[in-house]
């Protein structure tokens, strides 16, 4: 698999058998504003530490026809359970899908304001993946707005992509480069964390161009993207010191539902 290094405001880097090495860091114009649509059971948005939120209207969540509860098997288990809370609560469209463990990440990076990502195999429109997240900063005085672990998504190539953080100051974080327009979209706060390192379990859902960012069993972020257009999904670390190893991300536990397209 192919991995991918951006400036934006970030930097990622990771390591893996599954991946490959990714070209030469690219720069990302600097960031424009576009309108976002959320529902009206968003949390309140984090003020952004590097570039403005874009504004929102609101909207609410469609009503959810009856589906199956799925029953789950040994290995999904969890994951199975989780996906049947999301539909009860209307987060997710479907229970259907397919189920895919993936193998635990680990990637240090020290390149302040990129971001670098690894993909995985799977290339899902709507879907919801979840990960155990650990990570650590060489530096006490690190950009922690800049520095975190999360995934990017709808991935066609370095100028057309998606990639949402969580960040070490608390904070998650979505940004979006359509041929290679960049822009940060709706942002929320998770709460605070230790620093240098501390650790979190955080679960990514799109579906029907909605985003919905789950920390620790809290609602971060809800919003509609009508500009997801399909493609690859990744791994990815964000950078915010040059210091020593930079910035350090471990996964494990991750989880991957392909939900319907």
């Given at each position: ?8 405001v ?21 960031p ?98 979840q ?70 379990h ?5 579906d ?20 997801l ?33």
């Amino acid at each position: 698999m192919k991995h991918h290094n951006f400036s934006v405001v970030i930097v990622l880097l990771f390591f893996s058998s599954l991946y490959a090495c990714s070209p030469t860091p690219v720069k990302m114009a600097s960031p424009t504003g576009e309108s976002v649509q959320e529902p009206s059971n968003t949390p309140e948005p984090a003020t952004p530490t590097t570039a403005p939120t874009v504004a929102a209207t609101k909207t609410s969540k469609p009503t959810i026809p009856a589906s199956p509860t799925i029953v789950p098997t040994s290995e999904s288990a969890a994951m199975e359970k989780l996906i049947n809370q999301l539909y009860e609560k209307g987060t997710i469209s479907s229970t259907d899908g397919a189920y895919h463990r993936l193998d635990d990440f680990q990637k240090e990076w020290a390149q302040l304001y990129y971001y670098q990502w690894w993909y995985t195999d799977y290339s899902p429109s709507n879907f919801v993946i979840q990960a155990d997240l650990e990570w650590e900063s060489a530096s006490k005085t690190a950009n922690l707005g800049d520095s975190g672990c999360g995934f990017v998504y709808h991935t066609e190539d370095n100028q057309n992509h998606h990639a949402t953080f969580l960040m070490m100051d608390g904070k998650v974080q979505t940004y979006r480069s359509l041929n290679n327009n960049w822009t940060q979209m709706k942002g929320g706060y998770a709460g605070k964390f230790n620093t240098p390192s501390d650790k979190a379990h955080m679960i990514l859902i799109v579906d029907n161009q909605i985003i919905t960012v789950i920390v620790n069993n809290k609602e971060v972020v809800h919003f509609e993207d009508k500009k997801l257009t399909g493609g690859k999904l990744g791994l990815t670390l964000a950078s915010g010191t040059n210091k020593d190893f930079g910035t350090r991300c471990k996964m494990t536990n991750i989880e991957l539902w392909e939900l319907p397209e």
